[in-house]
């Protein structure tokens, strides 16, 4: 008979979450089988609703996610990331997730506490999930990262430019250019 180790599954470790008393505005998502709470600020939602403003101009609402569980490759990755743009024809898996593989775009707004998440073990899942377009937004800097061409578990493109120049998603599935000029800074 097989012995289980002591480690929970993700699953186990989000019904721990459902059952804490996690304050109003907070964010909490597993990277790495860490459990991260981050609460949520102005600038960041102001951001966050930007980049969801100008990708209905493409996407139906259905097909947009924000703060939604998605299980990603590695370790416990269970993100709850800031915005999601779906595939069309995008099916939740038997759980009842969004399956990563139906993921075309993602965008991160960076939160100081777990800005190393965003830039580390969160791009590495996304790339080896095959997320063809992975944009980082820094607020407290004023500057965007683009990473797109997931190949071999990493991207091997990367552009970064200041908030005010526009972000050219043309060459992706999103299909579009996303303006910054709005953005506001921290």
Same mark, same amino acid.
């Given at each position: 008979?097989?012995?289980?180790?002591?480690?929970?599954?993700?699953?186990?470790?989000?019904?721990?979450?459902?059952?804490?008393?996690?304050?109003?505005?907070?964010?909490?998502?597993?990277?790495?089988?860490?459990?991260?709470?981050?609460?949520?600020?102005?600038?960041?939602?102001?951001?966050?609703?930007?980049?969801?403003?100008?990708?209905?101009?493409?996407?139906?609402?259905?097909?947009?996610?924000?703060?939604?569980?998605?299980?990603? $490759?590695?370790?416990?990755?269970?993100? =709850?990331?800031? @915005?999601? !743009?779906?595939?069309?024809?995008?099916?939740?898996? *038997? %759980?009842?997730?969004?399956?990563?593989?139906?993921?075309?775009?993602?965008?991160?707004?960076?939160?100081?506490?777990?800005?190393?998440?965003?830039?580390? $073990?969160?791009?590495?899942?996304?790339? =080896?999930?095959? @997320?063809? !377009?992975?944009?980082?937004?820094?607020?407290?800097? *004023? %500057?965007?990262?683009?990473?797109?061409?997931?190949?071999?578990?990493?991207?091997?493109?990367?552009?970064?430019?200041?908030?005010?120049?526009?972000?050219?998603?043309?060459?992706?599935?999103?299909?579009?250019?996303?303006?910054?000029?709005?953005?506001?800074?921290?």
């Amino acid at each position: 008979m097989a012995e289980r180790d002591d480690e929970p599954t993700l699953d186990e470790m989000f019904e721990w979450i459902e059952e804490m008393p996690i304050p109003e505005g907070y964010k909490t998502e597993i990277v790495g089988g860490h459990i991260f709470m981050t609460p949520q600020r102005d600038t960041h939602w102001e951001i966050i609703f930007g980049i969801i403003e100008q990708l209905r101009t493409k996407y139906p609402r259905k097909r947009l996610k924000s703060d939604v569980r998605i299980d990603f $490759p590695g370790h416990l990755n269970g993100f =709850a990331c800031d @915005v999601v !743009a779906m595939k069309d024809g995008a099916v939740l898996d *038997g %759980k009842g997730h969004w399956r990563y593989e139906d993921v075309e775009f993602v965008a991160e707004v960076i939160s100081k506490a777990t800005a190393s998440n965003d830039y580390g $073990p969160k791009k590495a899942a996304f790339a =080896a999930a095959g @997320v063809p !377009a992975y944009l980082i937004v820094d607020p407290y800097t *004023g %500057k965007w990262h683009l990473h797109t061409l997931p190949k071999d578990d990493e991207y091997h493109c990367t552009l970064s430019l200041g908030f005010g120049d526009d972000i050219d998603l043309t060459q992706t599935p999103v299909g579009l250019t996303l303006t910054t000029d709005e953005f506001p800074r921290d």
